[in-house]
């Protein structure tokens, strides 16, 4: 892994934009997921129309000197349509919840994608080369009159233009009653959990038609249900060991070790609510809507409505740090409630060192905590800059009345435009924002 400097000192610039302006993007073309492989070649990003679209790092950019983070469209596919549960009559949007890669083990790459309701492995390959010279078939694969065969032709390889395949090998269904909001490849590489509002599930990846229940919190009587499931991980080394946080602030760990089925938890990650913070909208901030492993495996990253807490997993009792993201929307939690955006769920991801967190926010603006100075950045993902090695500089969100020439007035800002996902770069510094439509890549000015 190569050295990430501390992050408070990078300066961050643009690297690339993909995706069409927002005058043109319609409701399927927003992005509703980001992932980077194992080893940041490739960059998959899953959409509300059902496609996933693989970028591939462009090899002179990574080699050149100064090296670029610069992607390329590898494949596009169709993952999901849209359904019908004809039992419940509702429609099952076809929206791309998660997508998780495997670990390569031979050229091809493969890839899990979720929608609501349906997990798919993709089987994503390249060919470039064509078998010429059949007996029984021609080349345009019309078959022969066998008749017409007078003589053996010993079939030969040719070269031809590189084609890359994205194909469905196995398909996952009909195990969630709720939708699916998470995905977690395990360290083993041979099984995966998927987790729903009330269950977790626990599969194999050669078996499609059965899966093993290992969390259930649903209550007999539903009219007795006070919190559902967020987001759920397998810890990126111990195969035995997940989390998953819920919508009542706190966090759990399971030792699939301990019991088939994780019911009760082995730890419990809560922090003690603050009385004098205390109001009409402590319990739908405090829900938690992502969790993150790092991965070295020691700590864990929770995102809620204000705020990322980074936990020690042998410490239950509170976070080791707390960083604000936007404190200066609690004065605002009134009018977020009322056009729903306080139900917003926000996404956060490690740097590859674990040296350093990013989240997203409103207007377009994300954040970057280094946890070694302690210093963060609000940066904007915005067209504007869309011009190669343009240095990003830092905004500032002002409450009061009097602004600053750089600063921008928390009145002014747009919540239509959020950014809920976020990838970084397992070994550089490069990242990934989905901005509505557009897919941004920032790295670090060398």
Not at 74 to 84: A, G, I, L, V
Not at 192 to 219: C, F, G, H, M
Not at 227 to 239: D, G, K, N, R
Not at 414 to 424: E, M, R, S, V, Y
């Amino acid at each position: 892994m190569c050295e990430m400097a501390g992050n408070g000192d990078i300066q961050w610039c643009f690297s690339q934009v993909k995706g069409t302006l927002e005058d043109d993007a319609t409701e399927a073309d927003i992005i509703s997921c980001v992932e980077f492989n194992h080893d940041g070649d490739l960059l998959a990003t899953g959409d509300k129309g059902g496609r996933v679209v693989i970028f591939q790092r462009d090899p002179i950019s990574k080699n050149s000197i100064p090296r670029r983070g610069e992607y390329n469209v590898y494949s596009t596919f169709q993952s999901h349509e849209p359904e019908f549960d004809y039992l419940k009559s509702l429609e099952i949007e076809e929206k791309i919840n998660k997508i998780r890669w495997l670990k390569r083990k031979n050229p091809a790459h493969f890839l899990l994608s979720t929608n609501d309701k349906t997990i798919k492995l993709w089987k994503v390959s390249e060919r470039d080369k064509k078998v010429e010279g059949y007996n029984t078939k021609e080349d345009n694969g019309s078959i022969r009159d066998p008749a017409c065969i007078t003589s053996l032709r010993v079939p030969t390889i040719k070269p031809m233009e590189l084609m890359v395949e994205a194909s469905p090998r196995r398909i996952f269904a009909n195990a969630h009653t709720y939708h699916i909001n998470s995905i977690s490849v395990n360290s083993d590489q041979e099984t995966y959990l998927s987790a729903d509002d009330l269950r977790i599930n626990l599969w194999n990846l050669e078996v499609t038609d059965q899966s093993y229940n290992i969390v259930d919190i649903k209550p007999t009587n539903m009219e007795e249900l006070t919190e559902v499931i967020t987001a759920a991980e397998f810890h990126p080394a111990e195969c035995n060991i997940l989390v998953y946080s819920s919508s009542k602030g706190t966090i759990r760990l399971c030792d699939m070790r301990s019991a088939a089925l994780c019911d009760q938890h082995s730890k419990l990650f809560e922090e003690p609510e603050d009385p004098t913070n205390r109001s009409f909208f402590s319990e739908i901030i405090s829900s938690i809507s992502d969790v993150k492993l790092s991965n070295s495996g020691r700590y864990m990253i929770s995102r809620d409505y204000l705020s990322v807490k980074v936990w020690d997993l042998q410490m239950e009792t509170k976070p080791v740090e707390c960083y604000p993201v936007h404190e200066y929307l609690r004065s605002k939690l009134c009018s977020l409630y009322e056009n729903d955006c306080i139900f917003d769920k926000f996404e956060c991801c490690w740097s590859g060192n674990d040296s350093a967190i990013m989240t997203g926010s409103y207007n377009n603006f994300f954040r970057v905590f280094d946890r070694t100075t302690k210093r963060d950045l609000t940066l904007e993902a915005a067209r504007d800059i869309a011009r190669p090695r343009t240095l990003l500089k830092p905004r500032k969100v002002c409450t009061g009345g009097k602004r600053k020439k750089d600063e921008i007035s928390v009145d002014c800002l747009d919540f239509n435009k959020k950014i809920l996902h976020t990838a970084w770069h397992p070994s550089e510094n490069v990242v990934a924002v989905a901005a509505t439509n557009n897919l941004f890549l920032f790295q670090d000015k060398l």
